[in-house]
């Protein structure tokens, strides 16, 4: 099997997923779970907190998928076997998923103090 496709289609599936989970999380649609989201202690106080600093942070995962995603596209039409293109979207992806969560964490405690005061 070609190496890129190897490569290529892999980062473009799971750009695809998290752009797809960013989706849900704007939808409010996706709950508490023990599988995925941001799972920090901050955000998993209940089901209120989780679905409103997801919700806060929807636009930073659509853009973490985003550009996981085009990684994955510029893979198979540069045809670049360096691992360039998939080492950039890597680092494109967490950079974003870094601020998601920090947007997330800031929501969840905005959330806690409201119920607090």
């Not at 089901?47 to 198979?76: E, K």
Request: net charge positive.
């Amino acid at each position: 099997m070609n190496p890129l496709l190897i490569l290529g289609i892999p980062l473009i599936l799971i750009g695809v997923t998290i752009v797809g989970l960013g989706a849900a999380s704007k939808a409010e649609r996706l709950p508490i779970n023990s599988i995925i989201g941001i799972r920090i202690p901050s955000t998993m106080v209940d089901n209120a907190t989780w679905i409103r600093s997801h919700r806060a942070a929807w636009a930073w995962i659509c853009i973490a998928g985003l550009g996981l995603t085009l990684a994955g596209v510029l893979v198979l039409a540069t045809k670049d076997e360096s691992g360039l293109w998939a080492m950039s979207g890597t680092a494109w992806l967490l950079a974003f998923i870094g601020i998601a969560t920090a947007v997330a964490s800031h929501a969840a405690r905005n959330v806690t103090e409201t119920k607090n005061s």
